[in-house]
T-cell receptor, first 114, second 112 residues
Framework: DADVTQTPRNRITKTGKRIMLECSQT?????MYWYRQDPGLGLRLIYY???????NKGEISDGYSVSRQAQAKFSLSLESAIPNQTALYFC?????????????FGPGTRLTVL | QKEVEQNSGPLSVPEGAIASLNCTYS??????FFWYRQYSGKSPELIMF????GDKEDGRFTAQLNKASQYVSLLIRDSQPSDSATYLC????????????FGDGTTLTVKP
């Protein structure tokens, strides 16, 4: 089984709808992240959490919210989806305790907002 | 100026050649440097990380770091068509609270 899973893998929704993207991990890492990727662009950080009680905004948090339900679960919500939120969304984990802070990514969720 | 900049590419090399991918960063205090590979439609995966000035080799891949010039590169020797992907440079520095900042990536195509 994959260490970092994301659901759903694909989602088509309409403008104004509320949607939630879910991320689960079995790596036991404290740190979790949500990124979005647009064509030709790198990864832009939306929110990150260094432990269950720690939630921080990234560079593009407007229009998004998150919930860290447990060490293993980190959800991203779009309160009222808009077309320019159409993108590929990645969840990632890392464990600075291993000394590298390498990011481990989920398979991604492709979101289309019509 | 972007915090992490990469050659926009695309970069095309023939099979068997050396591919050279470059990355510069703006935070002089940056300490950790990563190269990720991302196949089209897939998630990024780590190729190498480097902390110290100089070269670090892993198989056909060599990462080179020059902190004085704020420059990190990735060399791929004996390039194979399976190396065709987008390569993302990521940097962790003191001003971004331990988070990775990614460049926009360089797309590499290895032609048979």
């Amino acid at each position: 089984d994959a260490d970092v899973t994301q659901t759903p893998r694909n989602r088509i929704t309409k403008t104004g709808k509320r949607i939630m993207l879910e991320c689960s991990q079995t790596k036991g890492h404290d740190r979790m992240y949500w990124y979005r990727q647009d064509p030709g662009l790198g990864l832009r950080l939306i929110y990150y959490s260094f432990d269950v009680k720690d939630i921080n905004k990234g560079e593009i948090s407007d229009g998004y919210s998150v919930s860290r339900q447990a060490q293993a679960k980190f959800s991203l919500s779009l309160e009222s989806a808009i077309p320019n939120q159409t993108a590929l969304y990645f969840c990632a984990t890392s464990d600075v305790g291993q000394g590298t802070d390498t990011q481990y990514f989920g398979p991604g969720t492709r979101l289309t907002v019509l | 100026q972007k915090e992490v900049e990469q050659n926009s590419g695309p970069l095309s090399v023939p099979e068997g050649a050396i591919a050279s991918l470059n990355c510069t960063y703006s935070d002089r205090g940056s300490q950790s440097f990563f190269w990720y590979r991302q196949y089209s439609g897939k998630s990024p995966e780590l190729i190498m990380f480097i902390y110290s000035n100089g070269d670090k080799e892993d198989g056909r891949f060599t990462a080179q770091l020059n902190k004085a010039s704020q420059y990190v590169s990735l060399l791929i020797r004996d390039s194979q068509p399976s190396d065709s992907a987008t390569y993302l440079c990521a940097v962790i520095g003191p001003t971004n609270a331990g988070k990775s900042t990614f460049g926009d990536g360089t797309t590499l195509t290895v032609k048979p």
